[in-house]
């Protein structure tokens, strides 16, 4: 009963004095001439700037009791029993993370953390302005005694401080010495880059590029008592970036990641960060999600969930608070890989490249049917040579690629050419130039006097003709499946999604004769590639979006994608419904059930992408593939 009155009492006595302090702040002198420092509640406060490369510094905020004994309450530390946790912020300046310290701490009687020594420095990252930048460092904390005698409470102080710009011949806080600054137009891009990422999300990132950076900073803050969150992630990750853009923003999620020291992990430009992940957490699997406690416990997310999941979202800010995780380990997730790979082969199926092979595969089994040939063996045998090409590659992937696949899918080369190969593809199917398949896949389709082994070989052209259209759905199955590590999980997702494209070319081949009673390629085939070919010039922009964002073009990006996807919508809705119609075209006489609507799902599309561009609402989905672009909220 004792120590509840005295509990008691504390409390009010803070109250108190936070009230005084409102009460005096107008009629202090909070600042001295220099603008560096504050004297208040018998605690000094003095700052400082340190310079580092290019636009990154750190503000250093020395706090200094002026009285033996006197104790700080910890930084993040919940208000309990009328303590004020140390609270250290930035106004007019970008942060580039959160503020730490290497003092030690311990805990008081009432469970409290504060810190065991005086003077204390805390260290802030900022990024430095282009131009000279009037600033402010707001600090709130309480120094009490070991007999827990409190001195006035220090409630969101504002600490001018002017900061030269990295334009001009240094960078300084008005009492300090400048250093020069060295100039780095690539750190300061990044540098924005991170900025306006933080902005966007509300989370105030730390950004590392070595396994040595984010190995230090868990073990600063385990040092110091902090709490340390890691984002496995990367522009290529969709999930990861629907994650950020629906999940990361809500209020609650923010809040729980800035209570600690966010620490965002791009796995797509570092390899050394890719496989530090796969040797600490044993997965390559993205998004993932770590909690680092300061007494050296842990717990890992891993399920991807958007913001209309109310459950989860539940669970995943009890994770953050300090709950369980969810890690089950990528190599448990067979079903998702599984379904993952049959849709990938039924989507690939669909695709405007595989059609080339339909009437070769006609003359090919007409062939054999009048040489007497049996059509089982024959069947089997081409069906069997799209799946041994796709299986094949999945073996070399685990095997000689294995742990780089996650890194493939990200790098921006590689992007690069996949996204001008699918713009070369489409305009060859809206009929700009020719592609034509090799002369000696086409003899021998038209001989078709190889009997099994011209089968197999012709199932192995189909898998190398189609390789433009399958690349991003086969590689989706190629990343999933190398993330477990396993050398073998890419050859079964290959084995899996072939199966599914040589399946109705195998029944096909059994009865040439249903072949032949598929449409003549006429109007219908030429319509078809007119919207399969400004399908997959937009789907090019997905991939150079990737690219864009990491070498900084400011080309391709929210903007411009929506444009041209709500431009190529409108037109593919106008030539559906045969208001537009191109070279070779048949007019159209009878407008069914279908073109109607197809005409209305296309143009329905195109006003949604532009009421998304005009800032009117969050697309879902389709603000995931912009990672370098804030989405409406």
């Known amino acids: 009963m004792q120590m509840q009155n005295f509990r008691l009492s504390r409390s009010l006595l803070v109250v108190l004095l936070i009230f005084l302090g409102v009460q005096l702040s107008a009629a202090e002198v909070l600042s001295s001439t220099d603008g560096t420092t504050l004297d208040e509640g018998s605690v000094k406060v003095e700052i400082k700037l340190k310079k580092g490369e290019g636009a990154e510094a750190d503000l250093l905020i020395t706090f200094d009791a002026l009285s033996k004994g006197l104790e700080h309450y910890h930084l993040y530390t919940p208000e309990a029993d009328g303590g004020i946790p140390t609270a250290i912020a930035v106004e007019g300046l970008a942060a580039r993370g959160k503020a730490t310290t290497p003092a030690k701490t311990k805990v008081d009687e009432f469970g409290n953390k504060v810190y065991a020594e005086n003077p204390i420095t805390f260290t802030l990252p900022i990024n430095l302005p282009k131009e000279d930048a009037q600033a402010k460092v707001i600090v709130s904390y309480l120094a009490c005694s070991d007999t827990n005698q409190c001195r006035m409470a220090v409630m969101d102080r504002a600490i001018p401080i002017a900061v030269k710009g990295i334009g001009d011949a240094g960078v300084s806080d008005s009492g300090n010495q400048s250093t020069e600054p060295k100039t780095n137009d690539v750190a300061q891009k990044n540098a924005e880059k991170h900025a306006a990422n933080a902005k966007a999300t509300g989370i105030n990132w730390v950004h590392v590029s070595t396994k040595a950076e984010v190995e230090k900073i868990i073990s600063d803050a385990q040092a110091s008592g902090q709490r340390v969150y890691l984002d496995f992630t990367g522009p290529s990750c969709i999930n990861c970036q629907a994650m950020a853009k629906n999940v990361l923003i809500q209020d609650d999620v923010r809040d729980a990641w800035n209570s600690g020291i966010p620490v965002e992990i791009n796995t797509d430009a570092s390899s050394e960060l890719a496989q530090w992940q796969l040797e600490r957490f044993g997965t390559y699997t993205r998004p993932m999600h770590v909690r680092l406690d300061p007494e050296k416990t842990e717990a890992v997310w891993n399920t991807y969930f958007t913001s209309g999941n109310e459950a989860l979202m539940t669970k995943y800010i009890a994770f953050l608070n300090g709950g369980e995780g969810d890690y089950t380990g990528s190599g448990d997730n067979w079903w998702q890989f599984i379904v993952l790979a049959l849709f990938g082969g039924l989507f690939t199926l669909v695709m405007p490249c595989t059609y080339p092979m339909i009437p070769l595969t006609i003359n090919f089994f007409n062939k054999q049917v009048d040489a007497g040939k049996r059509l089982l063996p024959l069947a089997l045998s081409y069906a069997g040579g799209i799946v041994l090409s796709f299986t094949l590659l999945g073996v070399i992937v685990g095997v000689v690629l294995g742990k780089a696949i996650t890194n493939i899918s990200g790098d921006p080369w590689i992007n690069l050419i996949i996204g001008v190969a699918f713009i070369l593809l489409g305009l060859s199917l809206l009929g700009v ?201």
């Open 433 to 633: 130039f020719f592609l034509r398949l090799p002369s000696g896949v086409a003899n021998l389709a038209s001989q078709g006097q190889m009997g099994y082994v011209g089968a197999l070989l012709m199932g192995l052209t189909f898998a190398i003709t189609a390789f433009t259209c399958t690349a991003p759905f086969a590689g989706a199955v190629l990343a999933e499946g190398a993330q477990s590590g396993s050398v073998f999980r890419p050859a079964i997702g290959m084995l899996l999604y072939s199966s599914v494209i040589a399946v109705p070319f195998f029944f096909l081949s059994m009865s040439p004769q249903s072949l032949k009673k598929m449409p003549n390629a006429g109007a219908w085939m030429n319509e078809f590639k007119f919207v399969g070919g400004m399908v997959e010039i937009a789907a090019a922009f997905k991939f150079l979006a990737i690219s864009d964002n990491a070498w900084d073009w400011g080309i391709i990006g929210r903007t411009t994608t929506l444009i041209i996807w709500a431009i190529i919508c409108i037109v593919c809705s106008l030539y559906v419904i045969g208001l537009i119609r191109s070279k070779g075209d048949a007019p159209v006489k009878k407008r069914g059930v279908m073109r109607l609507v197809m005409c209305f799902l296309f143009a329905v599309m195109g006003v949604w992408l532009l009421w998304g561009l005009l800032g009117n609402g969050h697309l879902g989905i389709i603000e995931s593939f912009f990672p370098r672009d804030a989405a409406p909220i």
